[in-house]
């Protein structure tokens, strides 16, 4: 591969990971080409980019991105797949679905709302991450119930008393 070449692909990677909010980085080697289409589809459906790319190009764009991820270099061995997501534990729950299903692909690290996981061992706490939007759905819900309990509260107050002032006015009228 030419230099120039390389700077191109180090140069679209840095962009990639500047644009996206989160990460991971898996091995998904020894997959056969029908997995490794199924792990493709699942990933568009999920807006998931999946690139595979040579660990010296990835370190390279690791160096000249706005992300400090020196803590990653350790795990760029072997094969290396990058899953970029604008959501964090979208990836997480992918590629525990896929491991199940297809053996791969093995979590290496991740870098989810600014913070580092490294290994296979982290997958369960980073599928259990709240996304944004999550997260807006929780304090919106925990927002609406005192709500919710005042107004019913009220209204039935005001049924109550509408209840007392037609009985006194029953009442009245008997009289």
Do not use: W
Not at 10 to 23: G, R
Not at 44 to 52: D, E
């Amino acid at each position: 591969m030419k230099r120039s070449q390389k700077l191109e692909i180090i140069n679209y990677l840095k962009e990639q990971i500047n644009s996206y909010n989160h990460f991971y980085l898996a091995d998904t080697a020894d997959l056969n080409a029908l997995d490794t289409s199924s792990l493709r589809r699942l990933c568009f459906g999920k807006q998931i980019k999946l690139i595979v790319v040579k660990n010296t190009l990835l370190r390279r764009a690791f160096d000249e991105s706005d992300k400090d991820v020196k803590e990653l270099y350790d795990v760029l061995k072997g094969n290396t797949s990058i899953l970029l997501s604008n959501e964090g534990n979208a990836p997480a729950k992918l590629i525990k679905t896929c491991a199940k299903k297809f053996g791969k692909p093995v979590l290496k690290a991740a870098f989810v709302e600014e913070s580092i996981y490294k290994g296979a061992d982290q997958l369960d706490t980073l599928v259990s991450i709240k996304s944004k939007n999550e997260m807006i759905a929780d304090i919106i819900g925990s927002l609406q119930l005192p709500i919710q309990t005042v107004l019913g509260q009220l209204q039935s107050a005001g049924n109550t008393i509408h209840g007392v002032l037609q009985t006194l006015s029953e009442k009245k009228d008997e009289k």
